[in-house]
């Protein structure tokens, strides 16, 4: 099994930045591709950015530009930079860990618990 937690939500105003982090504990040599992804109330979990074990990313066409993936494996600790934010990227943000299909769906075997980010105008 592997756990996962989320750090480094809160509020911030709209041009603002943060960093969120996603650390793994347990079985981590069995993780491959780490993602992110966000859920807003009353609609379905989206992706964010993903970052496979040898440093390859992908990012969601809303953040593209803005938004930093990046992992630091000796750490187990994955990282979001995200800047320019603007109120619509308000949401609980949430790390996963290996896609069952493919890395843009919400398909992943591990799950943190997220972590709200809220974005002020």
């Known amino acids: 099994q592997v756990q996962l937690v989320e750090s480094g939500g809160g509020l911030v105003q709209a041009g603002g930045s943060l960093r969120l982090s996603c650390t793994a504990s347990?079985?981590?040599?069995?993780?491959?591709?780490l993602a992110w992804f966000r859920q807003s109330p009353r609609k379905e979990r989206d992706f964010v950015a993903a970052?496979?074990?040898?440093?390859?990313?992908w990012y969601g066409d809303s953040v593209k530009g803005r938004f930093t993936i990046s992992r630091d494996n000796a750490k187990n600790t994955m990282y979001l930079q995200m800047d320019s934010l603007e109120p619509e990227d308000t949401a609980v943000y949430y790390c996963a860990a290996n896609p069952r299909h493919n890395i843009y769906g919400p398909q992943y075997v591990y799950w943190g618990q997220g972590t709200q980010v809220t974005v002020s105008s």
């Open positions: 970052v496979s074990g040898i440093g390859t990313t």
């Open positions: 347990g079985r981590t040599f069995g993780i491959n591709t």
